[in-house]
């Protein structure tokens, strides 16, 4: 099981950024996706999740974030998309993607994390 | 919100001796989904335990975890160097997932 994170970079406040989160070595479409920051030299955040397709492959958010980011999927391509809007300094951070161990509609623990990728928001 | 709140901020302790870690809940964690990773500088987390007191694979039998409701622990016996790490709790028992602010342990 592998998760690639990528797209992350210096973006200034109010712009928008996508990251992305391949992933290899199980059923992607069978899996729950969660995204999870960590600010510099802060605690982990929930930030997300995705539920699989049949569980409606809708998405959660942490308060946050609602209404600024948007989790998305592309189940043939393996990938998990997070689209940050309206980006804050605050939103400055390392961001995981991680493979939900329950199925289902609830959100979850996770068994496999991605490296991360770096997001830093300045002017 | 369900907020996680981790006791004690840092532990400094020998190796051999045993760490209890908190985390209490502002409210009751539906199901005891309650998850413990363990974070290395560097590296992604790993996870350790989830619902409350299950080992994930590959995982020592040195850590173990309690605990239902809101109160919750980790325990970790006879430490080793290789322990050194900061310690989260999450709660997945609501939609909205929630970790602690973390616990370092420093042997």
């Known amino acids: 099981v592998q998760l690639v994170e990528s797209g992350g970079g210096f973006i200034q406040p109010g712009r928008s950024l996508r990251l992305s989160c391949k992933a290899s070595g199980f059923i992607f479409g069978d899996y729950a996706l969660s995204w999870v920051r960590q600010a510099p030299g802060k605690g982990l955040e929930w930030v997300g999740f995705?539920?699989?397709?049949?569980?409606?492959?809708?998405?959660e958010y942490a308060a946050s974030v609602k209404g600024r980011f948007i989790i998305s999927r592309d189940d043939s391509g393996e990938i998990a998309y997070l689209q940050m809007n309206s980006l804050k300094t605050e939103d400055t951070a390392m961001y995981y993607c991680?493979?939900?161990?329950?199925?289902?509609?609830?959100?979850?623990?996770?068994?496999?994390w991605g490296q991360g990728g770096l997001v830093t928001v300045s002017s | 919100e369900n907020v996680l709140t981790q006791s004690p901020g840092t532990l400094s302790l020998s190796p051999g001796e045993r760490a209890t870690l908190s985390c209490r809940a502002s409210?009751?964690?539906?199901?005891?989904?309650l998850a413990w990773y363990q974070e290395k500088f560097g590296q992604a987390p790993r996870l350790l335990i989830y619902g409350a007191h299950s080992r994930a694979t590959g995982i020592s039998e040195r850590f173990s975890g309690s605990g239902s409701g809101t109160d919750f622990s980790l325990t970790i016996s006879r430490l080793e160097p290789e322990d050194s790490a900061v310690y989260y709790c999450q709660q997945y028992g609501s939609p909205q997932s929630t970790f602690g602010q973390g616990t370092r342990v420093d042997i």
């Open positions: 991680a493979r939900n161990v329950l199925t289902g509609y609830e959100s979850s623990h996770f068994d496999y």
């Open positions: 995705i539920r699989s397709k049949t569980y409606g492959g809708t998405p």
């Open positions: 409210q009751s964690v539906n199901n005891n989904y």
